[in-house]
């Protein structure tokens, strides 16, 4: 168990309302990613954190935000929520120094926007 | 970019049948490469993983190896179980500029095992 809590765990919204997404870490884990989950796609990188204030894009950026100010709190935000954005998204964390590849999920949140 | 492929599914067996589920890679470099499980309603579980040409990655009787000559990394196990019903996915690990990794997926392969 890596310590990974993502809040809220299910959210219903509307088109065209911001949402913000709360990923937990309890160990001081330096590396954190946000991933959405979609049918036919696997899971795809949104955003990552590689330290507090340092973040990147990933694969499908566009239309979310990321922001880390301290080292246990990822969010992932929705500036403005469109149906595509539906989803179940998931949070990961990686050990640092001795294993960087590995990565250890969060229980996800699943997001509707009507 | 970097890829993984998936054979398609569902897959449905029958208890103590013989699993294989096909992965393959495509990637610059020397990446990680990783299945994970997905139990339904959960998040992702490390399953196994192997890091260079030739490794053996293995868990709760799950085996996949890691051969670059194929690029593949099939995950097999002998006799599966009703437990083991879940969704599979293959990955690799981009290592990034910044250090850290980032994982490319294949699309999942669900698994169901009847009694």
Sequence with gaps: DAGITQS?????????????????????????????QDPGHGLRLIHY?????????????DGYSVSRSK????????????????????CAISLGVWDTDTQYFGPGTRLTVL | GDSVTQMEGPVTLSE??????NCTY???GYPSLFWYVQYPGEGLQLLLKATKADD??????FEATYRKETTSFHLEKGSVQVSDSAVYFCALSDE???????????EGTQLTVNP
């Design chain 1, 8 to 36: 809220p765990r299910h959210k219903v919204t509307e088109t065209g309302t911001p949402v913000t997404l709360r990923c937990h870490q309890t160990e001081n884990h330096r590396y954190m990613y946000w991933y959405r």
């Design chain 1, 49 to 61: 954190s590689y330290g507090v204030k340092d973040t990147d894009k990933g694969e499908v950026s």
């Design chain 1, 71 to 90: 080292t246990e709190d990822f969010l992932l935000t929705l500036e403005s929520a469109t149906s595509s954005q539906t989803s179940v998204y998931f």
């Design chain 2, 16 to 21: 103590e049948a013989f699993l294989t589920i």
């Design chain 2, 26 to 28: 495509t990637a610059t």
């Design chain 2, 56 to 61: 053996k990655g293995s868990n709760k009787g």
């Design chain 2, 96 to 106: 990034g500029e910044t250090s850290g990794s980032r994982l490319t997926f294949g």
